[in-house]
């Protein structure tokens, strides 16, 4: 079965330090991942995207993301993370070949202390 | 630009009664999609649509009717409401052409069943 593993339901760092939301995916062929940020009351925003090419992607907000085919994962990073930066964040994957559907994971909640 | 847009933001239902969420995008997408968020559980598709006059049934359909009669509304029946269908929907579009284009989403609507 194609799925999305976010391992950590909330992810706690000190302003100043580095962050990584960590993600994990199981599908067949070519994945297509994103990122999407939530914060309170709010609908989702996108982050970023990995189709094709470097391995490293970099998105909105000073976010980046490394995608290792063999482990499967797309991890979410952020070299200095601010207060601002806590919030709920999703990964996402679309199977090759969906009809641009998505399979989402069930959320990290990042949240930065002062 | 509103971007996408949805109606009501919150609504409190009885058991039993009926509603329609409406969804509309100015953006001049082609497909456009129904989620629904509980804790825990990341986003779940109930159901989309690849174009005007199509719909199609997403991951958790049971209990929701849909359609598409313009391109830039896309509305989410809820027949006879049910207490697990208690949540917080959003929705959401993407421009057509392939599996690179991310998904834009809603603000949400809130929705308790009593």
């Known amino acids: 079965a194609q799925s999305v593993a976010q391992p950590e339901d909330q992810v706690n760092v000190a302003e100043g330090n580095p962050l990584t939301v960590k993600c994990t995916y199981s599908?067949?062929?070519?994945?297509?991942l994103f990122w999407y940020v939530q914060y309170p009351n709010r609908g989702l925003q996108f982050l970023l995207k990995?189709?094709?090419?470097?391995?490293l992607v970099k998105g909105s907000y000073g976010f980046e993301a490394e995608f290792n085919k063999s482990q499967t994962s797309f991890h979410l990073k952020k070299p200095s993370a601010l207060v601002s930066d806590s919030a709920l964040y999703f990964c996402?994957?679309?199977?090759?070949?969906?009809?641009?559907?998505?399979?989402f994971g069930t959320g990290t909640l990042l949240a930065v202390q002062p | 630009n509103a971007g996408v847009t949805q109606t009501p933001k919150f609504r409190v239902l009885k058991t039993g009664q009926s509603m329609t969420l409406l969804c509309a995008q100015d953006?001049?997408?082609?497909?456009m999609y129904w989620y629904r968020q509980d804790p825990g559980m990341g986003l779940r598709l109930i159901h989309y649509?690849?174009?005007?006059?199509?719909?199609a049934k997403g991951e958790v359909p049971d209990g929701y009717n849909v359609s598409r009669l313009k391109k830039q509304n896309f509305l989410l029946g809820l027949e006879s409401a049910a207490p697990s269908q208690t949540s917080v929907y959003f929705c959401?579009?993407?421009?057509?052409?392939?599996?690179?284009?991310?998904?834009?989403f809603g603000p949400g609507t809130r929705l308790t069943v009593l």
């Open positions: 990995y189709i094709t090419g470097d391995n």
């Open positions: 996402a994957v679309r199977p090759d070949g969906a009809t641009n559907k998505l399979i």
């Open positions: 599908v067949s062929g070519n994945p297509y």
């Open positions: 953006m001049n997408h082609e497909y």
């Open positions: 959401a579009s993407t421009q057509t052409g392939g599996v690179y284009n991310e998904q834009f």
């Open positions: 649509s690849v174009g005007e006059g199509t719909t």
